[in-house]
């Protein structure tokens, strides 16, 4: 994100990644992913600073259900990759929401995976009727409803991350990935009033895509723990020559690891803090 954000000269970028079970959202701010101190991991909370990243479930397998109260919802829950949607043809005929987006003519059968991947719209239709049936919609009304709301759920998450937060959407570009963030960004961008949304020409894979181009990052850490003053409030001497002892060592470490990965000294950049 922070890539693509220098390459299009905006320094503020709200990355939007919707995949097949989720919907996350990062934000670059002044060319400058936002991070967060600490990050909640298997629910127990890990003091280690992070890209922020806030996570919805909505993807192209968000399973669209009409509840007891007669409510259509859609996800948390996803049909994943195996067997996925109904239209992968792989078994499933639960609906999700890439059925609704064949039903709408959004996901072209012919071209799907540039033609590599055959996917059936009849088995799409019959998927979304389950639905339209439940609430007396027809298949087009019922696939609409699920695209719809999916999209809200996304709007929604883009407005915690930035206007709970105090920055306005309107001041950011959004780039959209992931392999259905384009194909439901022109629904959650506008509603939530963007002024620019970018595709990246590798938006499927531009995770995977950020590994690659992401530079190789190694980060050494040693206590000294040493008094800088004495009871009287002098500076005790020998304290500034033993931090810079300790910065040379690690500073060796660095050069040694750095060599190992062919990495020339004029190629690398060291930075420290204490």
Not at 22 to 38: C, K, M, N, Y
Not at 80 to 97: D, E, L, Q
Not at 157 to 170: C, K, M, Q, S, Y
Request: charged letters at 20%.
């Amino acid at each position: 994100g922070r890539g693509l954000a220098k390459d299009l000269n905006e320094p503020n970028l709200i990355t939007t990644d919707m995949g097949g079970t989720s919907f996350d959202v990062g934000l670059i701010l002044d060319g400058e992913p936002v991070t967060a101190a600490e990050t909640i991991i298997e629910r127990q909370i890990v003091a280690i600073p992070t890209v922020e990243i806030v996570t919805v479930g909505a993807g192209g397998g968000s399973i669209a259900k009409v509840d007891e109260l007669g409510i259509l919802r859609v996800g948390p829950e996803s049909m994943g990759a195996v067997p996925g949607p109904a239209c992968y043809g792989r078994g499933g005929t639960t609906p999700t929401v890439t059925d609704a987006d064949v039903v709408l003519g959004y996901i072209d059968p012919e071209h799907f995976l540039g033609g590599r991947m055959e996917i059936s719209k009849d088995t799409a239709v019959q998927s979304i009727k389950q639905i339209g049936n439940r609430l007396s919609m027809n298949v087009i009304e019922a696939a609409a409803a699920i695209y719809k709301i999916v999209n809200a759920r996304m709007a929604d998450l883009i407005r915690r991350a930035t206007v709970e937060r105090g920055h306005d959407p309107r001041d950011f570009v959004m780039a959209a990935f992931g392999g259905c963030g384009p194909t439901h960004s022109t629904g959650y961008g506008p509603e939530i009033g963007m002024r620019r949304i970018v595709v990246p020409s590798s938006a499927t894979v531009f995770s995977a895509f950020g590994i690659g181009r992401s530079d190789l990052k190694h980060t050494w850490v040693r206590s000294f723990a040493h008094a800088l003053r004495d009871e009287r409030g002098s500076l005790i001497t020998g304290t500034l020559p033993g931090i810079n002892s300790t910065v040379s060592e690690l500073l060796e470490e660095a050069r040694i690891r750095l060599k190992r990965d062919g990495i020339s000294p004029e190629n690398a950049m060291m930075s420290f803090s204490a």
